[in-house]
């Protein structure tokens, strides 16, 4: 025997169908009318990600407290216009270059290049137009993954080679959200892409990121001159607000008086990962007590950027019209070292054509006690 489903329900089912499987929306139009996307990836936990064509944005990261509640733990904006005001940089994807670059220049191959001067004297995370700021093209997987590619001109933001960039964001059952980043180019170039995400474990907007306890497997970091420029040397944490091998409140010693800690306005320093090798392993694990939300941070880069928001100052309004005043989040983009392009003895920033950059960073959520 035969049902027969009348049409009209028919088409209705059709629509529930497309709407499930298309997980995307218009988050909005540039000024130049450029539509944006964004894209909600959900896992089976019910954890939710939702990323932005513009920049490649985390526009927000919903993951459960220990009562299973989803909160959402980046800032952020939820009005697509928040994105397009200068820059904390917020979830972005940041390229060519991520961090800064002294005077805004670097020799490759005997050639000088100059770029943008959008940070005092330096570079900042690929110039006037980065990658944070560029459309992206997605391709959706299975609703728990998400492809961007993106084409970097030669030249673009005075960096040499065309660049073709693919970003790979997974939102696992595990309750991790992966990066997989690759990039090929036609010419000698130098690049180091890492993602902008500004956490709160708390929940965004719920107040400063003091209390959270940080452990950071590293022995040593990169001291800064003023203008948050490495100074070459690699210092040990040793004995030094710095030392966060054991667990530590973030602001247990953000108010030392540490010639690095005034320079930085507080933690805004790369750290030296220990590792063996490129294999994926654990750089920093960040607990929040009162959610007991536990962030891991796994990564297959030689270093870390742990910035506390110190250039954050409530002048900002966010998601559901949150104040994000002075350190109510922090960061740690995994990364090679800033200014490595001028210092040789730093890990090679480098990429030549025929080969492939691959780098992946894994956040991944859980609850403790
Ligand atoms: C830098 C900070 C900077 C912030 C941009 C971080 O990666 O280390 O110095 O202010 O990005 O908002």
């Known amino acids: 025997m035969t049902t027969r489903i009348p049409i009209p329900l028919i088409i209705v089912l059709t629509l529930m169908t497309t709407n ?8 909005g139009k540039t000024p130049s009318g450029e539509s944006v996307e964004l894209y909600t990836l959900k896992n089976a936990k019910g954890a ?4 932005s064509t513009y920049g490649g944005v985390v526009v927000s990261l919903k993951v459960p407290d220990r009562a299973g509640v989803l909160g959402d733990i980046v800032l952020g904006f939820d009005d697509f216009k928040g994105y397009l005001l200068p820059p904390p940089y917020f979830g972005a994807l940041i390229g060519r270059y991520g961090n800064r670059i002294a005077h805004a220049k670097f020799t490759l191959d005997g050639v000088e290049y100059k770029l943008a001067k959008n940070d005092g004297d330096n570079t900042l995370h690929g110039g006037t137009r980065g990658f944070d700021k560029v459309i992206w093209k997605a ?3 299975d609703g728990q993954s998400l492809e961007l590619t993106y084409l970097s001109k030669d030249g673009e933001e005075g960096f040499p080679g065309n660049l073709s960039v693919t970003v790979v964001y997974s939102l696992t059952d595990n309750n991790e959200l992966k990066i997989d980043y690759t990039a090929t180019t036609d010419k000698n170039t130098v690049l180091n892409l890492t993602n902008h995400s500004y956490f709160n474990l708390a929940g965004q907007g719920e107040g400063d990121i003091l209390a959270h306890q940080l452990t950071l497997n590293a022995d040593r970091y990169t001291p800064v001159d003023k ?11 040793d004995g030094t607000p710095f030392d966060f091998r054991q667990p530590h409140a973030i602001g247990e010693r953000i108010g030392s008086s540490d010639e690095q800690i005034v320079l930085g306005g507080g933690y805004d320093h790369n750290f030296i990962l220990n590792r063996a ?6 750089a920093a694990k960040v607990t929040e007590a009162k959610s007991g939300r536990v962030l891991e941070v796994l990564t297959t880069e030689p270093a ?7 250039f954050l100052d409530g002048t900002i309004h966010g998601k559901g019209g949150k104040v994000y005043g002075r350190r109510s989040a922090f960061c740690l983009e995994t990364q090679h070292y ?3 392009p001028n210092h040789p003895a730093f890990p090679s920033t480098e990429l030549k054509p025929g080969a492939t950059y691959h780098t992946t960073t894994v956040f991944r959520f859980s609850t403790g006690s």
């Open 338 to 340: 800033p200014d490595s």
């Open 139 to 141: 391709k959706p997987g």
């Open 227 to 237: 203008g948050l420029i490495p100074t070459g040397e690699l210092r040990s944490v």
């Open 20 to 27: 499930c499987s298309s997980n995307s929306r218009e988050f």
């Open 48 to 51: 939710e990600a939702a990323i």
């Open 304 to 310: 870390i950027q742990f910035y506390t928001g110190n």
């Open 277 to 282: 090798g490129d294999v994926l392993s654990l």
